[in-house]
């Protein structure tokens, strides 16, 4: 499987504990940065609903979706619990020079 | 407790049953509802999902009751509790054991005195086959009438108007959302409709519904009037408490239960739109809550006080709506607030947080496009969960992160 680097954004855009919307090539992807300063992506629509999960609050390893607080790990994906059933999808990261990049397959 | 049967097969009876293998509860389950579908999603009979129709949202497929090793049981009203033989009876003459019992019987919409109850042109929107009806008589040009500027009333008329129906919204009291909803909110909502072309009358006295065949028309005292080809009541929801009732259980604006929402039988609980429970966030007030999250909330947690867990209720009451592209939520209970301090953001949305005497928060209500208020109202949530006293100024401030003073 080919992966395909893509930058998101400046390290400090995203402030701790928070996410940012990413759109790329017609797919849209959330982009967290953990409060013990690591960073992660995930498809970017709760996958209960078609909604922008980076709309959502960030608490600890968990993103909440803003709309019907189903909640997610977001550095696994694990859905966890009503009204989400369905996992997210992950993306690998990487942070190199200042900017952070993810891993579209 | 070898079997647990609740009554009710919507959102906070089908929650609580599979809170309850969530929870790795090993006996039997069994989930009654009296509509023939399996239980599905009701936020969006007023919104999308009107306009989409067939087949409604199910909450889960079959085959995850099956996982699950839930039976459910549609199309089968429950017409009695025996509580001495511990068993519900059904309209179809079975009698089903219970070791504990659930009642998420939910509520029904209350009717206009006077009108005809579902006729032809006069509906009332509750369920999926409602929602049908109601979206057959819609299309360009037709003529809709709503009695009730509720939440209902509200997202139907958004909903009509995007189907091209013709929408007048009529409203007895002086201003829409008049429960629940600061003023400010309300006239953004209203004056929203209005740019759509929705005419909002308030402050009238209905005299009289009618209906045939060629059409209906609501009149007022003043003798004026406006006919329509389809008239959508939508005036509030009564609790369904007729079986709690004859069954000789405590009923008080809802089946009475306490924090853990247990009823007078202590076999016997209650959740959701059903009951009325006293909110010790809010000096033991009893409530009675008509809204989604409630009744999943509710339902998780009556599944886990059906197995003993003895767990109080802890949640604020939180409600949304979603009308053209905004949506409005509310966290709290904004009664009883002295201070209201008003907190813009971005692309016209705006938050009003509710204090009371002692400087604490108590409600947060916000409105704007999208999710643009969730985040905030979320903090919100927390912070009326923690009893916290914010600084005004920070409130007010859309710089100042609301997660600092969380934190604070």
């Given at each position: 499987?080919?992966?395909?680097?893509?930058?998101?954004?400046?390290?400090?855009?995203?402030?701790?504990?928070?996410?940012?919307?990413?759109?790329?090539?017609?797919?849209?992807?959330?982009?967290?940065?953990?409060?013990?300063?690591?960073?992660?992506?995930?498809?970017?629509?709760?996958?209960?609903e078609h909604i922008h999960?980076?709309?959502?609050?960030?608490?600890?390893?968990?993103?909440?979706?803003?709309k019907h607080?189903?909640?997610?790990?977001?550095?696994?994906?694990?859905?966890?619990?009503?009204?989400?059933?369905?996992?997210?999808?992950?993306?690998?990261?990487?942070?190199?020079?200042?900017?952070?990049?993810?891993?579209?397959? | 407790?070898?079997?647990?049967?609740?009554?009710?097969?919507?959102?906070?009876?089908?929650?609580?049953?599979?809170?309850?293998?969530?929870?790795?509860?090993?006996?039997?389950?069994?989930?009654?509802?009296?509509?023939?579908?399996?239980?599905y999603e009701r936020p969006p009979l007023s919104k999308d999902g009107l306009a989409g129709a067939e087949p409604p949202k199910?909450?889960?497929?079959?085959?995850?009751?099956?996982?699950?090793?839930?039976?459910?049981?549609?199309?089968?009203?429950?017409?009695?509790?025996?509580?001495?033989?511990?068993?519900?009876?059904?309209?179809?003459?079975?009698?089903?054991?219970?070791?504990?019992?659930?009642?998420?019987?939910?509520?029904?919409?209350?009717?206009?005195?006077?009108?005809?109850?579902?006729?032809?042109r006069?509906r009332m929107l509750r369920t999926h086959a409602d929602a049908l009806a109601i979206r057959r008589a819609l299309a360009p040009g037709r003529k809709l009438v709503i009695i009730g500027g509720g939440f209902i009333g509200l997202e139907l008329a958004a909903t009509a108007r995007k189907l091209g129906a013709e929408v007048v919204l009529i409203e007895?009291?002086?201003?829409v959302l008049?429960?629940?909803?600061?003023?400010?909110i309300a006239?953004v909502v209203a004056e929203r409709h209005r740019q759509e072309g929705v005419e909002i009358v308030?402050?009238?006295?209905?005299?009289?519904?009618?209906?045939?065949?060629?059409?209906a028309?609501?009149?007022?005292?003043?003798?004026?009037?406006r006919l329509a080809d389809l008239i959508v009541v939508g005036?509030?929801?009564?609790?369904?408490?007729?079986?709690?009732?004859?069954?000789?259980?405590?009923?008080?604006?809802?089946?009475?239960?306490?924090?853990?929402?247990?009823?007078?039988?202590?076999?016997?609980?209650?959740?959701?739109?059903?009951?009325?429970?006293?909110?010790?966030?809010?000096?033991?007030?009893?409530?009675?809550?008509?809204?989604w999250?409630?009744?999943?909330?509710?339902?998780?947690?009556?599944?886990?006080?059906?197995?003993?867990?003895?767990?109080?209720?802890?949640?604020?009451?939180?409600?949304w709506s979603d009308q053209y592209e905004l949506t409005l939520q509310?966290?709290?209970?904004?009664?009883?607030?002295?201070?209201?301090?008003?907190?813009?953001?971005?692309d016209g949305a705006?938050?009003?947080?509710?204090?009371?005497?002692?400087?604490?928060?108590?409600?947060?209500?916000?409105i704007g496009p999208g999710n643009a208020?969730?985040?905030?109202?979320?903090?919100?949530?927390?912070?009326?969960?923690?009893?916290?006293?914010?600084?005004?100024?920070?409130?007010?401030?859309?710089?100042?992160?609301?997660?600092?003073?969380?934190?604070?």
């Amino acid at each position: 499987m080919s992966s395909n680097w893509v930058e998101v954004c400046a390290a400090d855009d995203i402030d701790e504990e928070d996410v940012i919307r990413f759109d790329h090539d017609g797919r849209t992807f959330a982009v967290y940065r953990s409060p013990d300063d690591e960073y992660f992506a995930t498809d970017g629509l709760c996958t209960h609903e078609h909604i922008h999960l980076a709309d959502g609050l960030v608490m600890d390893d968990i993103i909440e979706c803003p709309k019907h607080n189903g909640r997610f790990n977001y550095k696994t994906g694990q859905a966890k619990g009503a009204p989400v059933c369905v996992n997210l999808r992950t993306y690998p990261v990487k942070v190199e020079a200042g900017s952070v990049f993810i891993a579209i397959s | 407790m070898s079997h647990i049967v609740i009554v009710g097969a919507g959102e906070c009876g089908a929650r609580a049953a599979f809170a309850l293998r969530e929870k790795r509860f090993e006996g039997g389950i069994t989930l009654i509802g009296a509509e023939p579908h399996l239980p599905y999603e009701r936020p969006p009979l007023s919104k999308d999902g009107l306009a989409g129709a067939e087949p409604p949202k199910y909450i889960a497929g079959p085959e995850r009751y099956e996982e699950a090793r839930i039976t459910v049981l549609t199309g089968v009203p429950v017409e009695a509790i025996d509580r001495r033989q511990r068993a519900v009876r059904l309209a179809d003459g079975r009698a089903i054991h219970y070791g504990r019992l659930l009642l998420a019987t939910g509520a029904r919409p209350r009717a206009l005195p006077g009108a005809p109850e579902n006729s032809g042109r006069i509906r009332m929107l509750r369920t999926h086959a409602d929602a049908l009806a109601i979206r057959r008589a819609l299309a360009p040009g037709r003529k809709l009438v709503i009695i009730g500027g509720g939440f209902i009333g509200l997202e139907l008329a958004a909903t009509a108007r995007k189907l091209g129906a013709e929408v007048v919204l009529i409203e007895g009291l002086p201003r829409v959302l008049s429960r629940g909803v600061p003023e400010e909110i309300a006239d953004v909502v209203a004056e929203r409709h209005r740019q759509e072309g929705v005419e909002i009358v308030c402050g009238v006295r209905i005299a009289a519904v009618e209906a045939d065949d060629d059409g209906a028309r609501v009149l007022f005292a003043d003798g004026t009037g406006r006919l329509a080809d389809l008239i959508v009541v939508g005036i509030g929801a009564i609790p369904n408490t007729g079986l709690a009732e004859a069954a000789g259980i405590l009923v008080e604006n809802g089946i009475a239960v306490d924090e853990r929402l247990r009823t007078s039988d202590p076999d016997i609980y209650a959740a959701g739109d059903c009951c009325s429970f006293p909110l010790s966030l809010y000096q033991g007030r009893r409530v009675r809550l008509e809204a989604w999250r409630n009744a999943q909330d509710q339902g998780t947690l009556a599944a886990a006080n059906l197995m003993g867990a003895n767990e109080p209720v802890a949640s604020v009451p939180w409600f949304w709506s979603d009308q053209y592209e905004l949506t409005l939520q509310i966290a709290g209970l904004a009664d009883g607030a002295v201070t209201t301090v008003r907190r813009d953001l971005t692309d016209g949305a705006f938050i009003l947080f509710h204090l009371d005497g002692e400087g604490r928060l108590i409600a947060a209500s916000g409105i704007g496009p999208g999710n643009a208020v969730a985040r905030d109202i979320r903090l919100a949530e927390m912070l009326i969960a923690a009893g916290s006293r914010p600084d005004p100024a920070a409130l007010s401030s859309p710089e100042s992160k609301l997660k600092k003073l969380l934190a604070a």
